[in-house]
């Protein structure tokens, strides 16, 4: 599994909830780089006050290990010690909604520094009975290796486990610059939807913003527009002058910064808009992909579809 297949679950499991997780634990997804599965140790969770031990201490060291890694997904609920099967069993948690607040109450005391990025997602099986799982998202974190608080250890992930980290690997950790983070946002321009029974056009605005610690330089954005059909035309322009762009084979656009350009943390600028037109009648989709990166930084996949109902 790649970076791209986590952010992929997790698009997978907001939208499809119960639905995603049968479908993950069916085509057997295995415990690998981004993904660990826990059972937790309570299976009625509805009046406790706080988290037994034993899965306080699975979320502190899952928090250092994929913080202190590239990043990953602990879906609890979910059992791999069933002996002759290799096939992942579901096991949903009761009082789900006090679980997943007692998990964010914990988050804060757990590690040294604190890794704010961490969000829970319920994905609720049973609503009567408050039953299903929680899908603890837990990204990269941008700063100083993390360390859980009660043993003082430092984390990593290795293949399907967490391991301590090694003297070596730790000090260069301590040494290294903070990365950034480029994302994406889209604004649609509705003051530019045109619609006059021959055509329907719209425009997208593509926003950069640096959600990481670091300063960005050579930043970088890949787009391609395309539809299923031949009923839609694409086109792009260039709003930031800091930015040089290329035509790819018609649909495509490619752009990175210049040399001078810094992009400090919590900062962005409108790069480029985003022309669409699509012809009657109107059956196609549009979608657009965009992948996004920065010197320092993995690249990231975006991508967004649009109906000509969601354009109008």
């Known amino acids: 599994m790649n970076s791209n297949s986590l952010y992929s679950i997790i698009k997978e499991i907001k939208i499809g909830g119960i639905k995603a997780i049968n479908a993950i634990i069916e085509r ?7 993904l660990d599965y826990k059972n937790v140790s309570l299976q009625d969770y509805s009046k406790r006050t706080g988290l037994e031990d034993k899965d306080r201490n699975i979320l502190a060291k899952a928090i250092s290990g994929f913080g202190n890694s590239e990043g990953g997904l602990l879906i609890w609920g979910v059992n791999t010690n069933t002996r002759g099967d ?28 604190c890794h704010g990025s961490v969000e ?6 049973n609503k009567e009975l408050d039953m299903g799982y929680v899908v ?12 859980v608080s009660n043993d003082y250890k430092f984390y990593m992930r290795s293949g399907e486990s967490f391991v301590g980290i090694p003297h070596a690997i730790l000090s260069g950790m ?57 009923r839609i035309r694409v086109s792009y322009e ?25 992009i400090a943390p919590e900062q962005g600028l409108r790069v480029v808009n985003v022309t669409v037109s699509m012809i009657p009648p ?24 649009i109906s000509t109902d969601e354009a109008k």
């Not at 964010?104 to 757990?110: D, M």
């Not at 829970?120 to 099986?125: C, E, H, P, R």
């Not at 709003?239 to 350009?261: T, V």
Request: negative net charge; glycine residues 8%; aromatic residues 12%.
């Open 86 to 113: 290799t096939t992942p069993q579901i096991a949903p948690v009761c009082g789900i909604s006090n679980f997943s607040n007692l998990i964010n109450n914990s988050i804060s005391r757990l590690t040294v520094p």
């Open 28 to 34: 057997k997804t295995s415990e690998q780089y981004y």
């Open 238 to 262: 260039q709003m930031s002058e800091n930015f040089e762009g290329n035509i790819y084979f018609w649909r495509g656009y490619y752009l990175i910064s210049k040399p001078d350009l810094r």
């Open 120 to 125: 829970n997602i319920v994905v609720i099986q």
């Open 174 to 230: 301590f040494g290294r610059r903070p990365n950034p983070g480029m994302a994406i946002h889209f604004l649609k321009d509705d003051r530019n939807i045109k619609v006059d029974g021959r055509e329907l056009s719209f425009i997208i605005g593509i926003l950069v913003e640096n959600k990481g610690k670091g300063i960005a330089r050579d930043t970088y954005l890949n787009l391609y527009g395309f539809s299923k059909g031949d």
């Open 282 to 305: 109107f059956e196609d989709v549009f979608e657009l992909e965009i992948l996004v990166g920065a010197e320092g930084q993995m690249p990231e996949n975006t991508a967004i579809s």
């Open 136 to 147: 603890t998202v837990i990204p990269k974190y941008e700063g100083l290796p993390i360390q």
